[in-house]
């Protein structure tokens, strides 16, 4: 089973400044095939990206997405409000399709 | 627009079997390259993917979770089951429902709201 490690835990930031956020794989799971969910409390979460790099449906472009092999990263480049949520990576190379544990994004 | 539904016992006791259903809308679960997955969310806690099942029928679980788990569809119906057998209080989470796409590898682009079961004597 791939294990995902999200890093930070968590990460206090303003609105305003970038956020950089880590997912590690245990194994490489075969091409980029890495999504990024957003959560906010109370609701389910939302595709942000997919293939590693590619964008989804009505996301917008400070959201981007890098990463292949083993090492993904998730940058929001200049945080807006709505941005503060619960972040996580999703592997879905090789089953089982494993989640990361989650960063949570926090007003600083 | 493709929406998910998800259904069943808001309560099990433990030792029971939960089935869950997932009602879909907006996409054919007969279609080539279409996938239903099911994923679990403990109060405060991560996402868990529980289980997948594809339009060639193809099943996919978690490795833990394998032997207590069961995915099954009915096409004409528009839905996929999810049954887990011998509840336990950890087993208590939101359950979600969501749709699976792609081409080689499938990844999910829309979810279900979630239902909340409570596994509790």
């Known amino acids: 089973e791939i294990v995902l490690t999200q890093s930070p835990g968590t990460l206090p930031l303003s609105p305003g400044e970038r956020a950089t956020l880590a997912c590690r794989a245990s194994q490489s799971f075969g091409g980029s095939y890495l999504a990024w969910y957003q959560q906010k409390p109370g609701q389910a979460p939302r595709l942000l990206m997919y293939?590693?790099?590619s964008r989804a449906t009505g996301i917008p472009d400070r959201f981007s997405g890098s990463g292949s092999g083993t090492d993904f990263t998730l940058t929001i480049s200049r945080l807006e409000p709505e941005d503060f949520a619960v972040y996580y990576c999703q592997q879905y190379g090789r089953s089982p399709y494993t989640f990361g544990q989650g960063t949570k994004l926090e007003i600083k | 627009q493709v929406t998910l539904r998800e259904s069943g016992p808001a309560l099990v006791k433990p030792t029971q079997t939960l089935t869950l259903t997932c009602t879909f809308s907006g996409f054919s679960l007969s279609t080539s390259g279409m996938c239903v997955s099911w994923i679990r969310q403990p109060p405060g806690k991560a996402l868990e993917w529980l289980a997948r099942i594809d339009w060639d029928d193809d099943e996919f679980y978690d490795t833990s979770l394998r032997t207590r788990l069961t995915i099954s569809k009915d096409t004409s119906k528009n839905q996929v089951a999810l049954t887990m057998t011998n509840m336990d209080p950890v087993d208590t989470a939101t359950y979600y429902c969501?749709?699976?796409?792609?081409?080689?590898?499938?990844?999910?682009?829309?979810w279900g709201k979630g239902t909340t079961v409570t596994v509790s004597s």
């Open positions: 293939g590693s790099s």
């Open positions: 969501a749709r699976a796409v792609g081409g080689y590898a499938y990844y999910i682009d829309v």
